[in-house]
């Protein structure tokens, strides 16, 4: 973990609400893995005083030929003051930023077998660091199941796509994809693949509670290793402060130093 000043090198809108930055912080980049993240300050001033956490999204920059993990990059939401300032934030601004913290995914089982079936489940934001862990993985086979409120709002389909997945979309509203929850097709390719049992399958999930619970109670019954990350609200993102502390089966564990990612059985 290192803190440090790091250059805003793109700082633009990716998609309605959203807003994809990049950050040039090799230090970070070459010590990160999916579902790592940093906490960053946003602003010179004591308003917002808390730092505010974003998951790493990808590092370096593949698309455009930048192969060295040099850059950070983030997928963010505006949903408050911190995230309205860090999309005023202009390229070639200075953000103080901390990371990578958190413990990440366990995607290195699925490299001990080859005849894994990685399925990753994102629901809204979640996507953010599924598309790094889905560049990272490697499997027979790799799904990416992504949930959404209307079909504006579906992300990443093509970074997806791009790193060997196949993409299957859930909106509630039906406007694009599967109409229903996330976790309803997530059921459904766990329904089929039981069928012809020759693959193995791992769960990876990021998205709101709900889904998570859905996730872990789905896992539970067709008997999948599940990890989850979960977004819950973090003060100091260092582990110092026991803001952000979950109930698990062996005792309370801080969301930001011991997780923020948990298999899904030990979560209470
Ligand atoms: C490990 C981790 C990774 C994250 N990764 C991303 C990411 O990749 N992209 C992204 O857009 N966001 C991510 N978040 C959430 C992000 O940190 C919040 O959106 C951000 O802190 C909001 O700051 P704000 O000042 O704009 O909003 P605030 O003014 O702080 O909050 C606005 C509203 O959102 C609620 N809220 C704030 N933070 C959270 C949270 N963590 N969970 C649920 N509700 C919240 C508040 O209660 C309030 O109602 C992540 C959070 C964690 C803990
Ligand atoms: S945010 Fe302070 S201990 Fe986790």
Redesign the pocket.
């Known amino acids: 973990m290192v803190q440090l000043k790091a250059k805003i090198i793109y700082n633009k809108k990716f998609k309605g609400d959203?807003w994809h930055c990049i950050i040039d912080a090799p230090l970070i980049a070459k010590k990160s893995i999916p579902g790592q993240?940093v906490n960053i300050k946003?602003s010179d001033t004591l308003e917002?005083f808390?730092r505010?956490?974003?998951?790493i999204?990808r590092i370096g920059s593949p698309a455009k030929g930048n192969f060295l993990p040099k850059t950070i990059e983030?997928?963010?939401?505006?949903?408050?003051?911190?995230?309205?300032?860090?999309s005023g934030r202009k390229k070639g601004e200075y953000l103080d930023i901390i990371g990578p913290?958190?413990n990440g995914f366990d995607y290195t089982r699925t490299h001990e077998h080859t005849n894994t079936r990685t399925i990753l489940v994102a629901g809204g934001?979640g996507v953010?660091?599924l598309v790094f862990l889905s560049e990272k993985i490697k499997a027979k086979a790799k799904v990416a199941l992504i949930g959404a409120r209307t079909k504006a709002q579906v992300l990443c389909e093509k970074e997806f796509k791009n790193s060997g997945c196949d993409v299957k979309i859930a909106t509630d509203d039906g406007s694009a994809g599967f109409k229903g929850k996330v976790t309803e097709l997530l059921r459904q390719v766990l329904l089929t693949n039981s069928r012809t049992h020759e693959l193995t399958n791992y769960i990876y999930a990021c998205g709101p509670k709900p889904m998570l619970k859905a996730v872990a109670g789905i896992a539970k019954k067709y008997r999948v290793s599940a990890q989850i990350?979960?977004?819950?609200?973090?003060a100091c993102g260092i582990g110092a402060c026991l803001g952000?502390v979950v109930k698990t089966k062996t005792g309370y564990k801080r969301?930001?130093k011991d997780?923020?990612v948990f298999e899904a059985q030990d979560i209470i």
């Open positions: 959203y993240f946003l917002p808390l505010r956490p974003f998951s999204h983030i997928l963010y939401k505006i949903i408050g003051q911190g995230t309205e300032i860090l913290l958190g934001m953010a660091p990350s979960l977004e819950e609200h973090m952000c969301a930001c997780g923020p």
